[in-house]
């Protein structure tokens, strides 16, 4: 069984300011991971993943994430945010060749201030 | 346009009646998953589809029940809701191509039990 944590449930922070977003992750079987977004009142849209390969993954919007696979982490971080990235950021996982199961954190809340 | 729908977006019912949440994916996509939301919890994994007339739990599957009788179709079915059902739900699709079990999440059914 996989589990995610996102440390920090709110993160409040200026515009054009740099925000970095952690998770960590336990699994016994290796993962692939993924960070997606959601927008007030909308659904979850995909923000970028790791499947292998390099560990630093480019996403839409100028987000980037960190796998550390030594450290369980898979931090996301934007050298300076717009007060449209407000919204609702979850860190998931997937165990390779289990099929579709997605475990997710509990989600942080991300509000820009101007 | 490639996308994952849902009906209704809104929804409030009582106690003990039978509702349905219907799912449609117009991307020929094998996988289907059910997802419930709840502050602090992140989204938990309520049934999943692994093709037609193949489903299992997820890890929240009690009071839900689900069929996959065509591919594009995984309708939700609340045979009995009760207030502890109070939830924002999710479908998603995802393919097996090329590995990743990325997934494409809907709009969101906002049900309310009374």
């Known amino acids: 069984a996989q589990s995610v944590t996102q440390l920090d449930s709110q993160v409040p922070v200026f515009e054009e300011a740099p925000v970095e977003l952690r998770c960590n992750y336990s699994?016994?079987?290796?993962?692939?991971l993924f960070w997606y977004v959601q927008y007030p009142n909308q659904g979850l849209q995909l923000l970028l993943k790791y499947l292998s390969g390099s560990t630093l993954v480019k996403g839409i919007n100028g987000f980037e994430a960190e796998f550390n696979k030594s450290q369980t982490s898979f931090h996301l971080r934007k050298p300076s945010v717009h007060i449209s990235d407000t919204a609702e950021y979850f860190c998931?996982?997937?165990?390779?060749?289990?099929?579709?199961?997605?475990?997710f954190g509990g989600g942080t809340r991300v509000l820009v201030k101007p | 346009e490639a996308q994952v729908t849902q009906n209704p977006r809104y929804l409030i019912t009582v106690t003990g009646k039978k509702l349905t949440v219907t799912c449609s994916q117009n991307?020929?996509?094998?996988?289907m998953s059910w997802y419930r939301q709840d502050p602090g919890l992140g989204l938990r994994q309520i049934y999943y589809s692994m093709n037609v007339e193949v489903t299992d739990k997820g890890d929240v599957p009690e009071g839900y029940k689900v069929s996959r009788k065509e591919k594009r179709n995984f309708p939700l079915i609340l045979e009995s809701p009760s207030p502890n059902q109070t939830s924002l739900y999710f479908c998603?699709?995802?393919?097996?191509?090329?590995?990743?079990?990325?997934?494409?999440f809907g709009p969101g059914t906002r049900l309310t039990v009374t």
């Open positions: 998931a996982v997937s165990a390779k060749g289990a099929g579709n199961k997605l475990t």
């Open positions: 699994s016994s079987v290796s993962v692939y």
């Open positions: 991307m020929n996509h094998e996988y």
């Open positions: 998603a699709s995802s393919s097996r191509d090329r590995g990743s079990y990325e997934q494409y």
